[in-house]
Structures are given as structure tokens and as C-alpha cells.
């Protein structure tokens, strides 16, 4: 039997569309295009929002104080510190004129940065002006002046302290063992409830004292009535060095700007009759 030629036929596989290599190409174009589109957003987003994308990337673990590595969470306000105080008090001074009643109370409110943070003082007269007289009861004026400083306080990131003080006059509200220590810690704690119940968050809060009239207002005498009245203050998110504090106080104290950090024995401001 005579032998033929032994044919191998040899079939070559090409992979299924080159093996796929087009799927790294495309993957490739879709990576430049999303960075494109990300660089397309940064161009038109606000300064705040391109430091703190840059901030991220400059400080992934959050250890610097550039905005965005802070770790606040985003929002206009995001990193407000020492250096920022001055926004702070024009936004609220411009979220406070616009009250009904604010040529009336305008007297009554006191702004200052001193070494603590922005201190904010709501004065008393000698008819009361935001809490009836005698009483940790908030007049009309002084709920609607809480609430506006609640909305905008509540958007920052910085802690806030309340303080109640009264003046040197005896309660003579008719309590039994109800004194200015007990009315100046009612009053602190009835702004604190206004307050969250309008923006104030929670954990915002670091501290509510009483003080009575163991720390009147510099340059007053103990019994003046304007004593009495209720502090905040909006701390700094980073303690100023002890340089700086000491700074900060010397300039309160020499422009005897009213309501700086306190000074003299104490505020009070309860006992009215």
C-alpha cells in the first residue's frame, strides 16, 4: 500500500480580538477622561474647595492646619482658627442686624476676640433685655437673638462655652434658697436650650457655667445691672500659643474693650428688682 503525504494542518488562535489588549486601551482613555473631567471641576469650584482637595493630597494623615486636612468635614467654614475670628464676628454682626428689634438690642450686644475666642455679651439693663427680670424666663428679643446666633454658630466647627453672670444685688425673687448662683447657671443653661433647638449642635457645646457675681464687667461697679448678662464664647479650634494669649489679653485690657476675656471678680446678673 502505497504511502501519501502526511499533511498537518496547524490552526492559530488569535486570542479572541488580539487578546484583549484593546480593553487596556480603552481603560486607559477612560482614566485620562475622568482626570480631565476632575481637572475641569477643580478649575470652576470655589478657593475653598481647591485648597482642601490640595490640602488632602498635601497631607493625606491630617496632621497640618491647611483647610482640608483638618478633618471638619467640608463647608465654607472649615478651618476657623485664630486668624479667622474677624470672619466669624461679621457674619454674626450681619445675621444679628437683621432682626426686628436690633436698634433696640444693638446697645446690648458686645463682640470682642479676645485670648479665648470671640466672646459675645448679651447685656442686661436695668428692666431686663432678654430674660424677664428676676427670672432665667428669655424675653421675646432674647429667643430671637439666640436663634440667629445658633443658625449661624451652629455651621462651624469651633466649640462654644456659655456663661451666666449677674450683678452684686441679693435675689429678691421670693425663692427659698434661690440665689444669683442658681439664676446666673438657669440662665446659661436656658440660652444653651434655645440655642440646639435652632442649630446649635450638640456636641458644640464644652461647657455651661455660672458665675453669679463673682466676675463683673471691667470698668463697672458690681451692682450695675449691665453684669448681667449671658456670654458665649466661639473658641478657637487650635489653642493659641501662651505668647500670643498673653497678647490677645494685653490689647483687651488696654482698649478696655467691654466683654474681653474676664477680668475683675466676676459677673453678675441676676438679682433684679
Known amino acids: ?13 488569535h486570542g479572541g480580538h488580539n487578546g484583549g489588549a484593546w480593553k487596556v486601551a480603552y481603560a486607559d482613555f477612560v482614566t485620562a477622561m475622568m482626570a480631565l473631567f476632575i481637572v475641569l471641576w477643580l478649575l470652576n469650584s470655589s478657593k475653598q474647595v481647591q485648597e482642601a482637595v ?3 493630597f498635601k497631607d493625606p494623615s491630617g496632621n497640618s492646619k491647611k483647610v482640608g486636612s483638618a478633618m471638619q468635614g467640608s463647608g465654607p467654614n472649615l478651618d476657623l482658627r485664630k486668624e479667622d475670628m474677624k470672619k466669624i464676628k461679621d457674619a454674626l454682626q450681619k445675621q444679628i442686624k437683621a432682626l426686628p428689634d436690633f436698634e433696640k438690642i444693638k446697645k446690648h450686644i458686645d463682640m470682642t476676640i479676645t485670648a479665648e475666642g470671640l466672646r459675645i455679651e ?8 432678654f430674660f424677664e427680670l428676676g427670672s432665667a424666663l428669655p424675653s421675646d428679643s432674647g429667643k430671637e437673638l439666640l436663634v440667629a ?3 449661624e454658630v451652629g455651621r462651624l466647627p469651633n466649640q462654644v462655652s456659655i456663661e451666666g453672670h449677674t450683678d452684686s444685688k441679693p435675689y429678691s425673687g421670693g425663692l427659698s434658697g434661690y440665689s444669683n448662683w442658681e439664676l446666673s447657671v438657669d440662665r446659661a443653661n436656658a440660652a444653651r436650650r ?3 433647638s ?7 457645646v464644652s461647657q455651661v457655667r455660672g458665675f453669679s ?3 463683673p464687667r471691667s470698668g463697672l461697679s458690681p451692682d450695675d445691672p449691665a453684669n448681667r448678662r449671658i456670654s458665649l464664647i466661639v473658641q478657637y479650634l487650635d489653642k493659641p500659643s501662651t505668647e500670643n494669649a498673653l497678647e490677645e489679653t494685653d490689647k483687651s ?3 478696655g474693650e467691654a466683654g474681653s476675656s474676664p477680668e475683675g471678680k466676676g459677673e453678675g446678673a441676676a438679682t433684679k428688682k
Do not use: F, H, V, W
Open 1 to 13: 500500500m502505497p504511502n501519501g503525504p502526511i499533511i498537518i494542518k496547524k490552526i492559530s488562535s
Open 54 to 56: 490640595g490640602g488632602y
Open 194 to 196: 434655645i440655642m440646639q
Open 149 to 151: 446666633l445658633a443658625q
Open 213 to 215: 457675681d463673682q466676675r
Open 253 to 255: 485690657g488696654s482698649n
Open 122 to 129: 448679651l447685656t442686661e439693663d436695668a428692666k431686663g433685655t
Open 198 to 204: 435652632s442649630g446649635l449642635q450638640a456636641n458644640q
